[in-house]
Every structure is written in C-alpha cells, then in structure tokens.
C-alpha cells in the first residue's frame, strides 16, 4: 500500500526486517493469544504477529489504513477496531490480554496512563517508544531521567528496556532514537497505596516544581513534624524519592484523614 504518513497522527512506520525478527521475537506471541496491538499502520509488525497466532486484534484510527486492512488481510484472522486507542475500552475484550504496538510519540504518556486504567485485563505489554520515554520509564530514584512517570507506572508494572532502535529503521525517520520496552504489571503490588487517587495526588504535587524540596512542593500535604514522623527529609527533592516513600506518604496521610 502507498500510504503517506500523516503528521497528525505521529505516524512513523517500522521498516527494519531484522528489528521487526527482533521484536516478535521478545513478545513471544502463542496462537491462543489474546493480543491486541496499537496502531498497526501498514503490517509491519501485524504480517508476522499473524504468522504465530490465531487471531490478532487491531486498534487503529487511520480510516484509509482501516480501509486498506479490511481488504488485505484474510477475514477471520483480525479484528480491526476503527477507534481512538485513548478512547477504547480493552476490557471489553475479555481477560488475560497482551498488549503490544508502535505508539505514537506525540500521545505516549497519555496511552500509558490509559492502560494503567485497565491493567486487570492486561497480561503484559510490549511498545516502541521514543528512548527517552523508556528510560524515564524505567529510572532510578535520584537520576535525571527519575519523574512523575517513572513513579507511576513502576507502582504498578515490572518494567525492562529490551533494545534501542534507530531513526533509520523507520520511514520516515522519526528525530529521536526508539526503544523497545516490556511492562508486566505486578502480580502483588510491592508497596500498596491506601489511597491510589491521593498517591496520584501527591505524586503529581512532589513533581509540579522539581528544583524545589518536598517540604515546598508538599506543603499543602505535611508539616515539618509529618516528616519527622515519616522519617523521610524534608529538604530532599521529588526525584530522591522511592515509589516505596510515596507510598509510606500517602498511607500516613490516609491514616491521618481517617483518625
């Protein structure tokens, strides 16, 4: 198909045989599988997910794409869902799902918070990205690359960055380098938020001004002797802060509401 990518849509499409080999096989697809994939554009890695299983189901928004795939691949075999991924619902598709697809970069982090959403139906999850995003994704406390992402979805996922991919392995060549991540939500949470609305309250707050001490950004939350109390320093700033301190700090709070 002769398909011109459209801006608006952040369409950049995979075009590196032995990365696409690459991919499948890090997503290890099983022809029982429930797997979806997110914007599946022209195949490349639709074509050999098929290869592997029974059924594959599509997300896509592209209506010229949509109407290419309906007459390309053999009925039966694919379901195409003519939707705005942050609009759909994937529980509707049952349990035990395997998420995986080349997301658009200008709407990463909002497909991420989506899927938080819904991770009682998702298995696991395999995504191109834009590199920085995976290594903010999956940083340390006390790194630059450490944030409100980071925190968030390591609340809730395993997460492990597979493979760098280069702009030339896409037409057209996105201006950042790719990277390739598994996210695996956590059978038992490690530290589980009394409150996960407040837990993402005060993550967001820790995060709004991240040159500041969490005794600023977090002063409508605590006082000087709640962190004494937490026994974490008021003087540190959001980065050097665990997933297991947010949870501590939420859980104190909820406490406190509660009393």
Same mark, same amino acid.
């Given at each position: 198909m002769k398909h011109l990518p459209k801006k608006r849509f952040g369409q950049n499409f995979l075009i590196d045989q032995a990365i696409i080999q690459s991919l499948v096989n890090a997503i290890d697809p099983k022809p029982d599988d429930l797997m979806v994939e997110i914007g599946p554009g022209l195949g490349a890695l639709t074509q050999p997910l098929l290869k592997h299983l029974n059924h594959l189901h599509v997300v896509e928004i592209d209506r010229d794409i949509i109407d290419w795939m309906q007459d390309f691949y053999p009925k039966g075999r694919i379901t195409i869902h003519a939707s705005d991924v942050l609009k759909f619902d994937f529980s509707k598709l049952g349990s035990k799902i395997r998420v995986a697809g080349n997301l658009p970069y200008n709407i990463s982090s909002p497909i991420l918070f989506h899927l938080l959403e819904q991770?009682? %139906?998702?298995?696991?999850? %395999?995504?191109?990205?834009?590199? *920085?995003?995976? *290594?903010?994704?999956?940083?340390?406390?006390?790194?630059? *690359?450490?944030?409100?992402?980071?925190?968030?979805?390591?609340?809730?996922? %395993?997460?492990?960055?597979?493979?760098?991919?280069?702009?030339?392995?896409?037409?057209?060549?996105?201006?950042?380098?790719?990277?390739?991540?598994?996210?695996?939500?956590?059978?038992?949470?490690?530290?589980?938020?009394?409150d996960e609305a407040l837990f993402g309250r005060v993550v967001l707050?820790?995060?709004?001004?991240?040159?500041?001490?969490?005794?600023?950004?977090?002063?409508?939350?605590?006082?000087?002797?709640?962190?004494?109390?937490?026994?974490?320093?008021?003087?540190?700033?959001?980065?050097?802060?665990?997933? *297991?301190?947010?949870?501590?700090?939420?859980?104190?709070?909820?406490?406190?509401?509660?009393?």
């Open positions: 991770l009682a %139906h998702i298995t696991d999850m %395999h995504f191109m990205l834009q590199k *920085e995003v995976v *290594e903010r994704m999956v940083a340390k406390p006390s790194t630059p *690359e450490y944030g409100r992402l980071s925190v968030m979805l390591q609340y809730r996922l %395993h997460m492990e960055y597979l493979l760098t991919v280069p702009p030339e392995a896409f037409d057209p060549p996105p201006k950042v380098e790719s990277a390739f991540v598994r996210c695996v939500p956590h059978a038992q949470l490690p530290f589980k938020a009394a707050a820790a995060f709004s001004q991240r040159r500041k001490t969490i005794r600023n950004t977090l002063k409508s939350f605590l006082n000087d002797d709640d962190f004494a109390e937490i026994k974490i320093g008021s003087q540190l700033r959001a980065e050097n802060l665990s997933v *297991e301190d947010y949870v501590a700090i939420t859980n104190y709070l909820n406490h406190r509401i509660s009393a």
